[in-house]
């Protein structure tokens, strides 16, 4: 695996018995399901591990936006640029909670954002394809949202209670979101024979990239093995990725597109599906930097900070001027 940026401090897995002290009872503590507040005692490398995964989280609901932003304006119907407007804005409010969650563990959301701008901070490889037609939005509300919720439904009864109860929202907005991208799939698959090949041309472009959303596969997941202990990982990433390729086909199948794997079967013995190999160079030179759309969208959180800095001073001043206006009874 490449190098991570973020050293958590974990060097390997312990086993309980080999932990004393506060690791230890704070290790009992997850075992009998209790959950861990932000008040609470915590090893140093549960508190950075968590907030290495809550920061990439919330960047990428952020990051995310972008993406489908691009269609708001081209979106085919008042309807349809309502739902997607509504729709890019839970993102946004995803990363808030987030980034909220984060600010718990004793980081700032300034130096979060910083390290993201910097290139320092990873978000989901999924947000660095294109978006090229309208049908994208379509596969990226049906695969990509389909993918989050099965990623997140398990996060909210993760150890950490701030992420977790965050999750339970941000769970319910995603199933909108999932249904919202379905809904017009299914639009095109019944539509004219050229806006059948628009879905089609959506699908063979995300589905692959929506599988390997999932993550490196267990074998090499450097950070699996600790999270499960710590119950911030309740499934791993081979058996997520597994749970959305056997909901998603059926879907697939029902919308009479084609998963774009020759070697996709139904194994009758897993009662499951097996799929063809995963490009994973692929993944890796996205996750390096190297995606189609890598350096577009960090220079567009760039730029989207740096034109939003005057509301930030407003902000800053009104909180500043109702303070002194609540200390001194006066108005200013
Ligand atoms: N992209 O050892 P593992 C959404 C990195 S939200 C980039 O397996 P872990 C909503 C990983 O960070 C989508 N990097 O790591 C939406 C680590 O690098 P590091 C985001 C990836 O943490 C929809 C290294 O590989 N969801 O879609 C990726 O145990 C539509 C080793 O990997 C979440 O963040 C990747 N795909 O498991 C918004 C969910 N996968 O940090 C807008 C929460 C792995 O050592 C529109 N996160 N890496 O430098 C998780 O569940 C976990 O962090 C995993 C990775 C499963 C993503």
Redesign the pocket.
Known sequence: ??????D?GVQRLRSTEELDGDERHFQERIDAGVRIEPEDWMPDSYRK?LV???S??????I???L??GNWITRAPSLLRKATLLA??QD?GG?GLYLYAAAETLGVSRDDLIDALHEGKA??????NYPTLTWADIGA??WL??G??II??IP?CRCSYGPYGRAMVR?CKE?SF?QRQGYDIMTVLAQGSAAQRRMAQDALNRWWWPAV?????P?T?????AQ?AAWR??LH??DE?RQRFIDQTVPQADLLDLKIPDPDLRWNEARQSYDIGAIDWNE?HA??RGDGPCNKERLAARRDAWDRGAWVRDAAAAHAEKTTIERKTGETR
């Open positions: 695996m490449y190098a991570q940026m973020v958590t591990t290495r995964q809550i990439q989280h919330a960047h990428s609901e990051v995310g936006m993406p489908e729709k890019v993102e995803h990873k978000y989901s490889s999924i947000f990226i509300g990509v949202d993918a989050a990623n997140q996060l941000v995603e979101h390997m959303m999932f993550g490196p267990d090499e997941s450097v950070h699996s999270s911030i990982k791993s990433n997520l993944f996205v996750v």
